[in-house]
């Protein structure tokens, strides 16, 4: 399986502790590939707070710096909740490829969120490579996406 071929802005990357190895991961595989990254923290297994990493990384995928944004902590769940607090964002909690298909292709999710404490390296790597690999479909499900912000 490929990983797609994404030069233009860096993907922005986040994690607690939790989800620390699984970022650590995700930007060798990144990194190994010539793909830019951004990595907006936390920088060690210290315990530290899910928040103040997913903000940062929700500015930057609001404001274009970033795209995508790849985010973890233990369960996937805190980061989640955090980053879907900014309009412009829409971060997916996926634990298999087929998540991880639909979140791009019905979705067009931009962070794509994964479990740091659940899933071994194959399987995230599968679900990375689906979700960078897969485009957004349009149509019906960009009238129900353009929905999605409260005014
Ligand atoms: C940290 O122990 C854990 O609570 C956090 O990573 C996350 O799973 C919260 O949703």
């Given at each position: 399986?490929?990983?797609?071929?994404?030069?233009?802005?860096?993907?922005?990357?986040?994690?607690?502790?939790?989800?620390?190895?699984?970022?650590?991961?995700?930007?060798?595989?990144?990194?190994?590939?010539?793909?830019?990254?951004?990595?907006?923290?936390?920088?060690?297994?210290?315990?530290?707070?899910?928040?103040?990493?997913?903000?940062?990384?929700?500015?930057?995928?609001?404001?274009?710096?970033?795209?995508?944004?790849?985010?973890?902590?233990g369960?996937?769940?805190?980061?989640?909740?955090?980053?879907?607090?900014h309009q412009?964002?829409?971060?997916?909690?996926?634990?298999?490829?087929?998540?991880?298909?639909?979140?791009?292709?019905?979705?067009?999710?931009?962070?794509?969120?994964?479990?740091?404490?659940?899933?071994?390296?194959?399987?995230?790597?599968?679900?990375?490579?689906?979700?960078?690999?897969?485009?957004?479909?349009?149509?019906?499900?960009?009238?129900?996406?353009?929905?999605?912000?409260?005014?």
């Open positions: 399986m490929s990983l797609f071929d994404h030069t233009e802005k860096p993907i922005g990357l986040a994690s607690d502790h939790a989800g620390y190895r699984v970022k650590q991961f995700v930007a060798r595989v990144l990194e190994e590939r010539g793909i830019p990254l951004r990595d907006f923290g936390t920088y060690s297994e210290e315990s530290c707070d899910y928040p103040d990493f997913a903000h940062p990384l929700a500015h930057a995928v609001e404001e274009g710096v970033c795209y995508p944004g790849v985010a973890s902590c369960t996937g769940t805190g980061i989640s909740i955090a980053l879907n607090k412009g964002v829409r971060a997916a909690l996926c634990w298999t490829p087929e998540v991880a298909f639909l979140a791009r292709a019905h979705n067009d999710a931009n962070v794509l969120v994964l479990p740091g404490r659940l899933l071994g390296e194959e399987k995230i790597y599968e679900i990375l490579v689906m979700f960078l690999n897969t485009p957004f479909e349009g149509g019906r499900h960009g009238r129900r996406v353009s929905k999605i912000p409260c005014r």
